[in-house]
T-cell receptor, first 116, second 114 residues
């Protein structure tokens, strides 16, 4: 079974530029997550999709971050304009239909963003 | 809100030493608890999990027991190997409305030397 795919793996941009990340979840997984992992910290959830609907985006900085999951499969996360503090690894994860009390997520390799 | 506290690293051990990485949590209700591992250059992988009090999760020689009375989920391994060198994250799963999400600790880096 193929895992969660992400691209690009690395990206370097200057502040105020825009950037987009792509994620392809495991086939059949209804739930998709984007996390931000700043160096030395644990992953922080940015947004959660159930199929193509958003169920939690409470920690997404909506003035500069946006995400979509068209057709309930692939997803893109965009930052525009980027700030220095956005330097982090952006992780995508997916999971099968949620079962209360049993919540396993499968993570992709991440995209390491450096904003200069 | 929900939170997870892990012991700070790095933890440096010799091969075959005993490992303990402490994890405590604060949560409402009855969360599920997880340990994830992140090897250099790779994404997070689920190591083990426990879904209710007194459950013991185990995998690859690692174990952790869900202790509700002490709100803890400490990770242990009897004999570590160099290949266990990685960052270990404790996490809990809680529900907020219709959303169920993971809250992670800050991670503990383990370095195992020969």
């Amino acid at each position: 079974e193929a895992g969660v795919a992400q691209s690009p793996r690395y990206k370097i941009i200057e502040k105020r530029q825009s950037v987009a990340f792509w994620c392809n979840p495991i086939s059949g997984h209804a739930t998709l997550y984007w996390y931000q992992q700043i160096l030395g910290q644990g992953p922080k959830l940015l947004i959660q999709f159930q199929n193509n609907g958003v169920v939690d985006d409470s920690q997404l900085p909506k003035d500069r971050f946006s995400a979509e999951r068209l057709k309930g499969v692939d997803s893109t996360l965009k930052i525009q304009p980027a700030k220095l503090e956005d330097s982090a690894v952006y992780l995508c994860a997916s999971s099968p239909r949620q079962v209360v009390g049993l919540h396993e997520q499968y993570f992709g390799p991440g995209t390491r963003l450096t904003v200069t | 809100g929900n939170s997870v506290t892990q012991m700070e690293g790095p933890v440096t051990l010799s091969e075959e030493a005993f490992l303990t990485i402490n994890c405590t949590y604060t949560a409402t209700g009855y969360p599920s608890l997880f340990w994830y591992v992140q090897y250099p250059g790779e994404g997070l992988q689920l190591l083990l999990k426990a879904t209710k009090a007194d459950d013991k999760g185990s995998n690859k020689g690692f174990e952790a027991t869900y202790r509700k009375e002490t709100t803890s989920f400490h990770l242990e391994k009897g004999s570590v190997q160099v290949s266990d060198s990685a960052v270990y994250f404790c996490a809990l799963s809680g529900r907020t409305g219709t959303a169920s999400k993971l809250t992670f600790g800050t991670g503990t880096r383990l370095q195992v030397t020969l």
